[in-house]
T-cell receptor
Framework: NAGVMQNPRHLVRRRGQEARLRCSPM?????VYWYRQLPEEGLKFMVY????????ESGMPKERFSAEFPKEGPSILRIQQVVRGDSAAYFC?????????????FGDGTRLSIL | AQSVTQLGSHVSVSEGALVLLRCNYS??????LFWYVQYPNQGLQLLLK??????LVKGINGFEAEFKKSETSFHLTKPSAHMSDAAEYFC?????????????FGTGTQLKVEL
């Protein structure tokens, strides 16, 4: 089953450490999206990437957060110097094309906990 | 800009009863609309989508939704609830504003099914 794969499923970090979240899109999908879900809230868009390009990062915090989708390998969401407020579930989704009518397929998420 | 409002953060129905989950959207361009379901500790699974074809859309697990432009609504229904339907449901809108395919989600409705 070549669904969207995210790892790790759970990640615990202490304040000030770095968190790296990985996402492998579905086979044949070259468009990746990252969303953040805070407790009791819906998902909020963070960033949209194609291979080697950031297309839309309008939902990314200006500092400490970065994302990449290299030519080879998974997409990475990186959070530097984590703070308590970064605790959330981070979901990756992929689609075969970037059209607005294309449904996105989601992974099971990475639950980040900051001590 | 686009937005989604889901009325009722918690809905409780009896097994076998009608399920109605409300979603209203706001979009300055014709929208594409989606319903997703999220089970605990999992990612989002697509239930159905509206992409400007038929206004009554049938999805998986017996769910359907009707797009009503005059009411800017896309309510989700199921004639007879089953215990396995207990989950959180998210309505989302996508529109080609500023390019890209980012989804804007509602805050979700937690569906509880009682015996």
């Amino acid at each position: 089953n070549a669904g969207v794969m995210q790892n790790p499923r759970h990640l615990v970090r202490r304040r000030g450490q770095e968190a790296r979240l990985r996402c492998s899109p579905m086979k044949g999908h070259s468009h990746v999206y990252w969303y953040r879900q805070l407790p009791e809230e819906g998902l909020k868009f963070m960033v949209y990437l194609q291979k080697e390009n950031i297309i839309d990062e309008s939902g990314m915090p200006k500092e400490r957060f970065s994302a990449e989708f290299p030519k080879e390998g998974p997409s990475i969401l990186r959070i530097q110097q984590v703070v308590r407020g970064d605790s959330a579930a981070y979901f990756c989704a992929s689609s075969p094309q970037g059209d607005s009518n294309q449904p996105q397929h989601f992974g099971d998420g990475t639950r980040l906990s900051i001590l | 800009a686009q937005s989604v409002t889901q009325l009722g953060s918690h809905v409780s129905v009896s097994e076998g009863a009608l399920v109605l989950l409300r979603c209203n959207y706001s979009s300055s361009v014709p929208p594409y609309l989606f319903w997703y379901v999220q089970y605990p500790n999992q990612g989002l699974q697509l239930l159905l989508k509206y992409t400007s074809a038929a206004t009554l859309v049938k999805g998986i697990n017996g769910f359907e939704a009707e797009f009503k432009k005059s009411e800017t609504s896309f309510h989700l229904t199921k004639p007879s609830a089953h215990m396995s339907d207990a989950a959180e449901y998210f309505c989302a809108v996508s529109a080609l504003e500023g390019g890209g395919n980012k989804l804007t989600f509602g805050t979700g409705t937690q569906l509880k099914v009682e015996l």
